[in-house]
């Protein structure tokens, strides 16, 4: 990429010659102010009243899916029955204890604080890595991205365990290439989460039907459970805000019967099971049962299912929220709910199969029976908006081919629905249902994913901990060693049940991993051939105003993926066709590792040579959770930009005070350090809201950088140049003469002695996900007749 120009040029500099020189300073990097104030996220104080609130809502929409655990994970730690009611005492000891040191002590205390500006998950995680180590496989970012609001970054100094972290990190590309592909492998477990979640939660739940028709045929419970799961894919185009405001009562009510009922049942059957809390039972239940204790802890993990969603789906709470809400309601419920099952267990063993329902009282066993299946809705519907939450931030990171997503709230940004992933989500999750037909094969599937996630999440925290924390090594030593036994300790215990149901999340994770590595390969490749292919600014020039061509009236929009540099598709674009635009604007769409981009410094603009060729650039910034909500207004929003653009650069013209440069680097005049200037316009302003835009005034014989936030108010009154006027009407009349979309079709191939491994991966499956994702004009909502495609093949 282009460097930023120093007045005094090194002798290194000069030996280049120059043309680099010209180089460096017709097609300059967008820089903005320095020093920019930086919005760095801080959790807000919140009322007491307010907190409440927050820690209300939050129920429905984060701990759904570890509140429904009970619906299973005692059938599941003994499918094959009870022999010794001690062994009761000694799972429910290991689920206590899980509970503590899995949801409570890491996740909710330690993960949820390692959010990025408030967004948790996989990628949220990984985002914050690439803002504070060089391991973005895809190196379309520049300083300027930094001075972003919402770009936070800690300092770290050189000789610090962290910079040293950091080197080695950097240090090679397989090195980046292993944390992008731990952070895959996390990521299509989570979707694997998303398949299976509400497969066992509405199974489970519809499985309280034979608790009072015993004779009914396990198909029966199959088909409620299936027409329940059509019917929750198909209302998701709705999306969760009409019916939101219900799921916290819901879960709240759930909380809260859970618990009473673990009461009731323990005072009832046996208050001797609260001996469980002592962790001595946890060896005794090991010594007790050997190889099978072992094996058991896969039901014992499903207690902590859930807890990936946890932190997934904390970007609408506020993480001291989260924290009330687990530590007051969730927590103890789920507690006593175990506890109140293993009492009743004590009494009636032979009812393992179906504990939950079992212990329920007869008097609200109805009831019951319908909050459950409405929670297991619940769990499911944050599964599920969470995966394409997932798919999104996948999508913005190269990761994942285009899909059409959809906004269903106007007040949440968040909830977004993808129609093509809600069908394979169905049409997958109706096939794990129906085809294991029981909790107990699907239930060692769940196991497997979420213990891969949380493996995948300990490893990301590890680099967390020691960039963005910068914590004493022990302290992630420690965190490290009891975070790994405790998660490599149940890993081994879901292996054993590899052939019992837990290679379906292995095959479904492959399946979308080998799409998501395919895919970003053929990104990354695509983004070398531009960045390698680009053309010169010499060769613009020295093809002088009219760019060899005929100039006719209109804008050609030529889109690109670099954000400095003229495309190879131009020199293609000019060399095949004998006239051209008589404005040119290079739009750059480009997504940073931050949760979002504000609208008011989304768009860069800046000229690119002489003012005669009329030429210019736009970057457009999004961050991983933006989203196009009105594709139609991209145009409209790039026009006022640029118009602003021109106003501005017109008002600065006449007050810089930087020396002047020749076309071939040479300086005439006295060096001096060149010098930005803010100024003020009013918020109203061409109708549009503000800008940052980095302004390259620039001339046939001189080119001064000018670094102008629009978001300013000028109060001076001067009124425009003739040449301001001039280039507005000019740009104005080219915009009405037409607008043409030029956007690169580059078709990758593998080259003929690639092996068949290779040619079968770029040559088919990534062609065949070109085709059939979403195009750059659909997204953008370009219209067809105004639509140029410029195709090139590249070989790889």
């Known amino acids: 990429m282009a460097t930023d120009m120093d007045v005094d040029m090194s002798e290194e500099d000069e030996s280049k010659g120059g043309m680099w020189a010209l180089e460096q300073k017709i097609d300059q990097p967008m820089d903005e102010e320095a020093g920019r104030l930086k919005n760095m996220y801080r959790e807000k104080s919140f009322s007491a009243i307010l907190l409440l609130r927050f820690a209300f809502q939050s129920l429905g929409v984060v701990y759904g899916d570890l509140g429904t655990s009970p619906l299973y994970v005692f059938y599941n730690t003994f499918p094959k029955g009870i022999d010794d009611t001690e062994d009761i005492i000694g799972a429910l000891s290991l689920i206590i204890y899980s509970l503590t040191l899995v949801p409570l002590i890491k996740y909710v205390f330690i993960v949820c604080r390692a959010n990025d500006n408030g967004q948790g998950g996989t990628f949220a995680l990984y985002s914050l890595l690439c803002r504070h180590a060089k391991v973005n496989t895809i190196p379309n970012q520049h300083r300027t991205d930094e001075e972003l609001t919402t770009y936070s970054r800690s300092t770290i100094h050189e000789k610090s365990f962290a910079a040293k972290t950091r080197r080695w990190l950097e240090g090679n590309i397989y090195k980046k290439n292993a944390l992008l592909l731990l952070v895959l492998v996390g990521t299509c477990m989570a979707i694997g989460d998303g398949i299976l979640t509400p497969a066992i939660s509405v199974l489970s739940a519809s499985g309280g039907i034979k608790i009072d028709h015993p004779g009914m045929s396990n198909d029966v419970v199959i088909v409620v459970a299936v027409v329940i799961l059509i019917g929750l894919f198909s209302l998701q185009h709705y999306g969760v805000d009409k019916v939101g405001w219900l799921f916290a009562p819901v879960v709240l009510l759930w909380f809260l019967l859970i618990g009473g009922i673990g009461i009731f049942n323990i005072w009832k059957y046996d208050i001797g099971v609260l001996r469980a809390f002592s962790p001595v039972y946890i060896f005794r239940y090991f010594k007790r049962r050997g190889k099978n204790g072992w094996t058991s802890l896969g039901g014992i993990m499903l207690s902590i299912t859930g807890t990936e969603a946890l932190f997934a789906d904390l970007a609408h709470f506020p993480v001291s929220a989260i924290q009330l809400a687990f530590t007051v309601v969730v927590f103890p419920c789920l507690l006593l709910a175990y506890s109140g099952q293993a009492a009743y267990l004590m009494k009636n063993k032979e009812h393992v199969y179906d504990a939950f329902y079992r212990s329920i009282p007869e008097s609200i066993y109805w009831p019951m029976f319908v909050i459950a ?92 901990m020691l960039l963005v924390w910068r914590c004493h090594w022990l302290l992630v030593l420690i965190f490290a060693a009891l975070s790994l036994i405790i998660e490599l300790t149940y890993f081994s215990a879901v292996l054993f049940k590899i052939d019992q149901g837990g290679w379906v999340p292995l095959v479904i994770a492959a399946i979308f991993l080998f799409i998501m590595y395919i895919w970003h390969y053929g990104t990354v490749k695509r983004y070398e051939f531009e960045m390698h292919s680009k053309i010169s600014m010499a060769w613009i020039l020295g093809l002088g105003p009219s760019l060899g061509l005929v100039r006719v009236p209109g804008i050609g929009l030529v889109y690109t993926e670099l954000a400095s540099g003229v495309p190879h598709i ?147 009154g001067q009124v425009s140049s003739h040449t301001e006027v001039d280039e507005m009407e000019f740009l104005t009349s080219c915009r009405d003469a037409g607008v043409v979309h030029i956007m690169g079709n580059t078709v990758v191939r593998a080259r003929r002695d690639s092996p068949f491994y290779k040619k079968i991966c770029i040559d088919y499956v990534y062609a065949f996900l070109r085709k059939m994702c979403r195009e750059h004009s659909v997204i953008f909502n370009v219209p067809h007749e105004s639509l140029l495609n410029v195709g090139q093949v590249f070989y790889v």
Not at 673 to 692: A, G, H, I
Request: charged fraction near 15%.
């Open 570 to 716: 131009f020199s293609h674009f000019i060399t095949n066709l004998p006239a051209i635009h008589s404005v040119v604007v290079f739009v750059c769409v480009k997504y940073l590792p931050v949760y979002t981009v504000p609208e008011d410094e989304r768009f860069l603009v800046k000229r690119i040579g002489p003012k005669n060729f009329h030429m210019f650039r736009c970057v457009a910034r999004y961050g991983y959770k933006d989203l196009h909500k009105k594709d139609d207004e991209f145009e409209k929003k790039v026009f006022d930009n640029l118009f602003m653009f021109v106003r501005l650069e017109s008002m600065m013209e006449g007050g810089s005070d930087s020396d002047e440069y020749s076309l071939y680097g040479q300086t005439q005049g006295q060096s001096q350090s060149q010098r930005s200037k803010d100024f003020l316009l009013p918020e109203n302003s061409m109708n549009t809201f503000s800008s940052v835009v980095d302004l390259t005034i620039s001339s046939c014989d001189s080119i001064v950088p000018v670094n102008v936030n629009s978001s300013t108010v000028m109060s001076s």
């Open 373 to 464: 299946t409405l929670a297991a809705v619940v769990a499911s519907q944050a599964t599920i908006s969470a995966t394409f939450s997932i798919i999104k931030q996948a999508n913005a990171l190269g990761c994942f081919p285009r899909v059409k997503v959809i906004h269903t709230s106007s007040k949440f940004l968040g909830q977004i629905y993808i129609p093509d992933i809600n069908w394979i989500l169905m049409v997958l999750c109706i096939v794990v249902t129906a085809g294991f037909k029981n909790k107990s094969q699907i239930g060692n599937a769940y196991g497997t994913a979420v213990v891969i996630v949380m493996l995948a999440t300990t490893f990301i925290m590890i680099l967390i």
